[in-house]
Each structure stands twice: as C-alpha cells, then as structure tokens.
C-alpha cells in the first residue's frame, strides 16, 4: 500500500511565510509528477503546483512569484514553500503524486489527507 502524509499547515499572518512536506511511504516503485493542490469553502480543488521526476515545474498563476515546489527523489518528499502568502491562500493544501507500486507495477494518483493554510491577521 502506498500512503502520503503532509505537514507544515497552520496560521499565518499575510505577507507571511509556511513551508508545506509531502512524504511518500509504502510498496514504491516509482514516483512520477508530484504536485500540490488546494481548495477553499465553497470552491472546487485547484492545481497550485507540480513537478515532474525530471523536475519540470508548473504553477498556478495566483501563486507564481510566491511559491516554489521542489522534491527529493532520495526521500519520496514534494515541499512547497509559500512566501508572501495572501488571506486569499486560506485553504485545504492537498499533496498528490503519481506512483507506481512496486508490488504489482500498477501506477496510479494518491492524495494525501490534507494540510489547513490559513491567512489571516
């Protein structure tokens, strides 16, 4: 079984800063793109940020300039750090990743269970 567990959410004043982890676990072949994902109430879930196994990046437009997503392929971990972070941020912070199992080479998205961002003075 694979799981992914996040941490680093919390309570941030605007114009602060958080450094969100994403750690991969389990029966892991391989990790493709791992990417970041949020949603607020009342909205759908938004891609903020991925990054290929390569290392390619993507972000949403809201963030670029704020946030960069980075990985270590040694510790099956994504980190997203949020600089200048807005009350517009405020969110449900979702890691999800590509992953092939080792145990049966069926490759598919996991989602971790959620981190809280919340911006606010």
């Known amino acids: 079984q694979v799981q992914l567990v996040e941490s680093g959410g919390g309570l941030v004043q605007p114009g602060g800063s958080l450094r969100l982890s994403c750690a991969a676990s389990?029966?892991?072949?391989?990790?493709?793109?791992m990417g970041w994902y949020r949603q607020a109430p009342g909205k759908q879930r938004e891609l903020v940020a991925s990054i290929t196994r390569g290392g390619t990046t993507n972000y949403a437009d809201s963030v670029k300039g704020r946030f960069t997503i980075s990985r270590d392929n040694a510790k099956n971990t994504t980190y997203l750090q949020m600089n200048s972070l807005k009350p517009e941020d405020t969110a449900l912070y979702y890691c999800?990743?590509?992953?092939?199992?080792?145990?049966?080479?069926?490759?598919?998205?996991?989602w971790g269970q959620g981190t809280q961002v919340t911006v606010s003075s």
């Open positions: 999800n990743s590509d992953i092939m199992q080792r145990r049966n080479l069926v490759r598919r998205g996991y």
């Open positions: 389990g029966s892991i072949f391989a990790i493709y793109t």
